[in-house]
Every structure is written in structure tokens, then in C-alpha cells.
């Protein structure tokens, strides 16, 4: 990366963002694809076979967006729930569309099993821009914590609140792009006033434990499936990915609920964050999307099997 990508277009260097540049930020967010037509139509069809509800809606002054959620049809209250969520960064696609391409093609399978709750596109608003934050340059997956200053955490703390407890398994669908690198990290270093570090992207597929609540078991079975579809991230030379050590193949760990991650949310036994890289030369959008997907089943697979 040159020197140059170090500096955002953005704000005083060394000083953190005000009013004046979040709204600088803001109207250079533009609409660049449709929640409508590419997530809530496939939603509706979702309707015939499954139970959807909204659960929130949010309220900016660039864009109402009515969040949904899908639940497994005749929900027990005997059965474990299995709590799947994507888009928490709208940009993040296979979190979304694999989310949805999971409940369409083996969601049924499960029935009589278990409880599923799906919620595909926490961050709409994110979506249609192509954005990690929201619109008041707020980090969603930083963001589940009391007294939430992010609509889209809030909304989805609320559907899962009453939940709390009898959630088995929560696994949380993202990406990690080419665009963390070029566009976010720096992004977030001008907001905050604090030098860019340049990183590196990895190659590949990776997952993210819980430092407080390690399940390694649980996260090798969720890559085993993962490696049928595409490849695993590697360790840098440090044995690191994305500055965090390594501590089995394609797994890193961070304390949740001390960054108010979404995967936090829950207090389910089994959690994971997935990042898939859809840059990656070796990887298709269908490829990615199938990826998240058999992150589902496996995580699913694992946790019915080890109740």
C-alpha cells in the first residue's frame, strides 16, 4: 500500500471526527444496489414456507428500511434455538445472500429439531451503500451494548432478548474485503484520530472464537465443512490473521462481548463469526455465498449433535 492510501480524504490528521465531517461523510454515501429487490423480494417468497416478521425498522433521513426476521414454521418451545445472522455490515454480501440461500435450500431439513431464527440483513441501510457502518458512521459490530447508539444493534438485541438463555448455537455471518484494507481501516483511523496501521488481507476462509467462551471443537467442524466448499485463510508470517494469533487452522479469537460484537449477542454456547474473502482470485460470489452456507450446516450439525 502506498504512503499515500494512509492519509483519508476526511477530517484534521491526529484529530477526531465532528459533526461537520461525519455529515462530509455521509453525502458521499450513495445508493448503489436495492434491500428491496435483492433481499426483501427473496424474503416474501420465503413467506410460503416459513414464518417472517419485522422486528424493527430504521429511521434515517436518507432511508426508512423495515428489518425482517425468518423463523422455522410451528416453533417449539422444547427445541434448542439456532440463531443465524448476516449483513450485520451491509457490505459484507455472502453474509446476506448465504444467509437467505441457506433458509431457501436446507432450512426444512431442521425442522422438528430445532428452532431457527434468521436474520439475514441487519444493516440495510449498510447494504444498499456498500458500507461497513451505518449512517452515522457508527460500526454496527461494535456496537451490542447497553443502551446502543446503533438502530440496527439495538433492533436486533430486542428480537434476541427474550431468547437469552435458551439460544444453543449463533453463528454470524461476514467478509472480510479488499476494501477493509483500502477504504474502512482508514476510514476508521481518520474518525478516531489515530494514525493508519497498514495490514494485510488474508487469503481465505476463516473463523473467530470467543476468547471468553472457547469451543475449538466447534469451530474445526464448522471449517471441515467450509474446506468442501473453498480454502482456508493461512497464517501470516507472524502466524497471525489480521493481527490476531492463530490458534487452530482458518481460527482467530476475540472477547465479544468486550468489543460488542454481534456474536455476543445471544449467550449461546456455540458462536462463531465467519469471513469469507470474496476478492479472492480462487473464489466465485457463488462460491462465497456456498461457503457461508455450509458454515450454517456445520455449525448446526455440531451443535444439535453436542446438546
Same mark, same amino acid.
Given at each position: 500500500m502506498s504512503i499515500d492510501a494512509?492519509?483519508?480524504?476526511?477530517?484534521?490528521?491526529?484529530?477526531?471526527?465532528? =459533526?461537520?465531517? /461525519?455529515?462530509?461523510?455521509? =453525502? *458521499?454515501?450513495?445508493?448503489?444496489?436495492?434491500?428491496?429487490? =435483492?433481499?426483501?423480494e427473496k424474503i416474501d417468497v420465503l413467506r410460503e414456507r416459513f414464518d417472517v416478521t419485522q422486528y424493527g425498522e430504521l429511521d434515517y433521513p436518507s432511508g426508512r428500511y423495515p428489518l425482517f426476521a425468518i /423463523?422455522? /414454521?410451528?416453533?417449539?418451545?422444547? +427445541?434448542?434455538?439456532?440463531l443465524v445472522t448476516g449483513g450485520v455490515h451491509g457490505y459484507e454480501t455472502s453474509g446476506? *445472500?448465504?444467509?437467505? *440461500?441457506?433458509?431457501?435450500?436446507?432450512? =426444512?431439513?431442521?425442522?422438528? /429439531? &430445532?428452532? +431457527? +431464527?434468521?436474520?439475514? &440483513?441487519?444493516s440495510p441501510w449498510g447494504y444498499e451503500r456498500i458500507q461497513r457502518w451505518n449512517a452515522l458512521a457508527l460500526d454496527p459490530n461494535r456496537s451490542f451494548v447497553d443502551n446502543s447508539p446503533a438502530q440496527e444493534s439495538a433492533a436486533l438485541m430486542a428480537l434476541v432478548a427474550p431468547l437469552r438463555g435458551g439460544v444453543l448455537m449463533h453463528i454470524d455471518l461476514h467478509e472480510t474485503t479488499d476494501t477493509d484494507e483500502t477504504e474502512f481501516r482508514p476510514a476508521l483511523a481518520a474518525r478516531d484520530g489515530k494514525p493508519f496501521e497498514p495490514g494485510e488481507i488474508p487469503d481465505g476462509f476463516y473463523l473467530v472464537d470467543d476468547t471468553e467462551n472457547r469451543q475449538p471443537l466447534f469451530q474445526q467442524a464448522v471449517n471441515a465443512e467450509v474446506a468442501k466448499v473453498t480454502h482456508l485463510a493461512p497464517a501470516d508470517e507472524r502466524g497471525e490473521i489480521i493481527g490476531s494469533k492463530v490458534v487452530a487452522e482458518g481460527v482467530i479469537e476475540y472477547p465479544l462481548k468486550a468489543l460488542g460484537l454481534c456474536a455476543s449477542v445471544s449467550g449461546a454456547r456455540y458462536t462463531t463469526t465467519t469471513e469469507v474473502y470474496p476478492d479472492s482470485a480462487k473464489a466465485t460470489p457463488q462460491q462465497c455465498n456456498d461457503a457461508q452456507v455450509a458454515a450454517v450446516i456445520g455449525a448446526l450439525d455440531y451443535a444439535l449433535a453436542h446438546r
Amino acid at each position: 500500500m502506498s504512503i499515500d492510501a494512509a492519509f483519508y480524504p476526511i477530517g484534521t490528521p491526529g484529530k477526531p471526527w465532528g =459533526e461537520q465531517e /461525519r455529515a462530509q461523510w455521509l =453525502e *458521499q454515501q450513495q445508493v448503489q444496489r436495492s434491500y428491496a429487490g =435483492e433481499v426483501v423480494e427473496k424474503i416474501d417468497v420465503l413467506r410460503e414456507r416459513f414464518d417472517v416478521t419485522q422486528y424493527g425498522e430504521l429511521d434515517y433521513p436518507s432511508g426508512r428500511y423495515p428489518l425482517f426476521a425468518i /423463523r422455522s /414454521r410451528n416453533w417449539n418451545e422444547a +427445541l434448542p434455538v439456532m440463531l443465524v445472522t448476516g449483513g450485520v455490515h451491509g457490505y459484507e454480501t455472502s453474509g446476506v *445472500q448465504g444467509a437467505l *440461500q441457506f433458509v431457501d435450500q436446507h432450512a =426444512e431439513s431442521y425442522a422438528g /429439531r &430445532c428452532n +431457527l +431464527l434468521v436474520a439475514p &440483513c441487519v444493516s440495510p441501510w449498510g447494504y444498499e451503500r456498500i458500507q461497513r457502518w451505518n449512517a452515522l458512521a457508527l460500526d454496527p459490530n461494535r456496537s451490542f451494548v447497553d443502551n446502543s447508539p446503533a438502530q440496527e444493534s439495538a433492533a436486533l438485541m430486542a428480537l434476541v432478548a427474550p431468547l437469552r438463555g435458551g439460544v444453543l448455537m449463533h453463528i454470524d455471518l461476514h467478509e472480510t474485503t479488499d476494501t477493509d484494507e483500502t477504504e474502512f481501516r482508514p476510514a476508521l483511523a481518520a474518525r478516531d484520530g489515530k494514525p493508519f496501521e497498514p495490514g494485510e488481507i488474508p487469503d481465505g476462509f476463516y473463523l473467530v472464537d470467543d476468547t471468553e467462551n472457547r469451543q475449538p471443537l466447534f469451530q474445526q467442524a464448522v471449517n471441515a465443512e467450509v474446506a468442501k466448499v473453498t480454502h482456508l485463510a493461512p497464517a501470516d508470517e507472524r502466524g497471525e490473521i489480521i493481527g490476531s494469533k492463530v490458534v487452530a487452522e482458518g481460527v482467530i479469537e476475540y472477547p465479544l462481548k468486550a468489543l460488542g460484537l454481534c456474536a455476543s449477542v445471544s449467550g449461546a454456547r456455540y458462536t462463531t463469526t465467519t469471513e469469507v474473502y470474496p476478492d479472492s482470485a480462487k473464489a466465485t460470489p457463488q462460491q462465497c455465498n456456498d461457503a457461508q452456507v455450509a458454515a450454517v450446516i456445520g455449525a448446526l450439525d455440531y451443535a444439535l449433535a453436542h446438546r
